[in-house]
Each structure stands twice: as C-alpha cells, then as structure tokens.
C-alpha cells in the first residue's frame, strides 16, 4: 500500500523518470543507495523542493555514497523531517533498509506536493488581486463619468460605456480642449513590458529618495522638543503632526497609465524655480530669512518643504 501510494505521490509531482512504475519503485527502494534511478530521483525531488522554498542545503550528483548520505542528512534536517530514523542515528546506516528509503522518497514526494499547491494558491491570488485592482479602476471611471459601476455584468460592457460616455463629452468640447497625446504611435506588448519594467526601476529609485525626506523630516520635528518650552507641548505637536505625517507614502502611484494619459504640454521643461513654479510650492518657511543666530535644523526644512508641496512634479518626473 505505501509503495502504491508514493507511485501515486511521485506521479502527482510530475515526475517522469524510470520509477513511475510500483515494481521499478519497489526495486530501486530495495537496492537503495546502489540504485541509480533512486539517486536521481532523490536529486529531482530535493531540486524541485530547493526551486519552490528559499533553502540553504541541497542535493546535489554525486559519485560519494558518504556525501550525498551526508546532503540527505542535511537537507531533511531543514525541512525538520519527522522520521527519526532518516535523521537520527549512524549516517551510514539511515538508507540501508527499504522501508527507510521509501519513507525518504515519500517525504519528499508530499513535500514537493504541499509546495506546488501553495505556489499555486499565490499565483491564483496575485491574479485575484490584479483583477480587483482593475474593478477598482474602472469603478473609480465610472464614479468620475457619473455612470452606474455595476460590476456584474462584466468588464466590457463597462468599458463600452465608458468609451462612449468620454466621446459624448468631448464632442462638447473644443478640439484642443484636452490638447494632443504625447504618445503619438500605439504601445506594442514587448514595449509596454519594456516600460513597466523602466518605471518599476524609477519608482523605486525615488521610493529610496522619499524615505530618506521623510526620514529628515522626522528627524527634523522632533528636533523642535528638544527646547524646554517644547517639551511641554510634546502631545500637541504629536497630535497635529502625526495625521499628516501618516498620510505620506513613500510608494509611488505612477503606472503607464498616466503616460498613456499624458499631453503634449508635459513634455515642455519648467523650471522649479519659474515664478509660476514658485507660486504652488512657495509655503511660510520659505519666507523665513535665514541667519547666523538660525538653529541647524531649520537647514533640513526648505528641501523637504519644497519636496511635499510638489509632489505633483515629483510625480510625473518619476516616470
């Protein structure tokens, strides 16, 4: 019965070596370590094991009987297998009997198992999450369009209505109301994977710049409670500090969308310090004027002021 049962096993991992059959299993279990088609399979299993789980041992070929034994040791130590005797006793002497080597081969087996379902069960639910985010999208439009976002009748009939729902009010519109695509040519698969990747790499490149503002603008605030008058107000600048400070994300929120949405008057250069720059991100501390007698600190404000007032640009550049 556990012969047929890890055929079963090993025939359910995927496996498609010689031992598929109970009488070619049952014959490499009984000749164990000097049975080629067992080594093998032990390699395949613990491979295919080391594939799906971050491991630090392996097993791996070998012409050594000692060291492979010495691998398998290992390896079912970290994967705290509960047969003692494959992990407890003379190294030499774990594999010698069939029944041993057929507990092995069906650890393993059910291991490797257990791994591909819970592999599975991540890969379904990351596409469960995909798709929740695009209903999300797409009912955000529809709250935008004014248009019932009911999602049991599907995505296309959604995305028809949509469609026809922005035509109807562009044709309200001047022609260069909206202004000209900056993207002029449509996106083929092999560019639109090329982009995500560019943006993933710039998103989290300025990810690593907005922590470290935020980090200084931490560093920054409680630099305030260090005067003896401000100690006694350290519950009240935590009350009016930390709701605003909790609202700051350091993750962008620029995906290719926003380029797909993107006009012709993005692509002209303004200068930051342009006075209709200045007029949206100018803020009281910018009209402090520094001097010898300033605290340090006040240094550390002017950057990350700027950095939050503009997270607009900060936005668009990041892509």
Request: positive net charge; aromatic residues 6%; charged residues 25%.
């Amino acid at each position: 019965m556990l012969r047929l049962l890890l055929t079963t096993d090993v025939y359910l991992c995927r496996y498609t070596g010689a031992l598929l059959e109970e009488d070619a299993l049952k014959k490499a279990a009984e000749n164990g370590l000097s049975s080629p088609e067992f080594f093998e399979l032990c390699i395949w299993l613990g491979s295919q094991i080391k594939s799906l789980c971050n491991m630090e041992e392996s097993i791996t070929a070998t012409d050594d009987i000692e060291s492979f034994q010495l691998e398998i040791s290992g390896f079912l130590r970290e994967m705290s297998c509960p047969y003692s005797s494959l992990v407890s006793g003379d190294i030499k002497d774990r594999l010698r009997e069939k029944d041993d080597c057929l507990k092995l081969l069906l650890f393993l087996s059910t291991e490797l198992q257990a791994l591909k379902i819970l592999q599975s069960k991540k890969i379904k639910g990351s596409r469960l999450e995909k798709h929740n985010e695009i209903i999300q999208e797409v009912q955000a439009i529809c709250d935008a369009l004014g248009l019932p976002n009911s999602s049991s009748s599907g995505l296309p009939p959604l995305l028809t209505s949509v469609e026809q729902k922005i035509k109807d009010i562009l044709s309200k519109v001047k022609n260069n109301h909206v202004g000209t695509s900056l993207l002029t040519k449509p996106l083929n698969s092999d560019q639109v994977e090329r982009l995500e990747k560019i943006n993933d790499a710039l998103c989290s490149e300025y990810e690593c710049r907005r922590r470290m503002l935020m980090k200084r603008l931490d560093v920054t605030v409680q630099s305030f409670g260090w005067s003896d008058r401000a100690k006694v107000k350290t519950d009240e600048i935590a009350r009016i500090y930390q709701p605003k400070r909790y609202a700051l994300s350091p993750k962008s929120t620029i995906t290719l969308a926003h380029l797909l949405a993107a006009r012709e008057d993005l692509s002209k250069i303004i200068r930051t310090s342009s006075g209709s720059t200045r007029e949206k991100t100018a803020c009281a501390i910018n009209k402090v004027c520094f001097s010898v007698k300033m605290p340090f600190f006040c240094l550390f404000l002017q950057p990350i002021a700027y950095f939050f007032h503009s997270g607009s640009l900060m936005s668009v550049s990041s892509l």
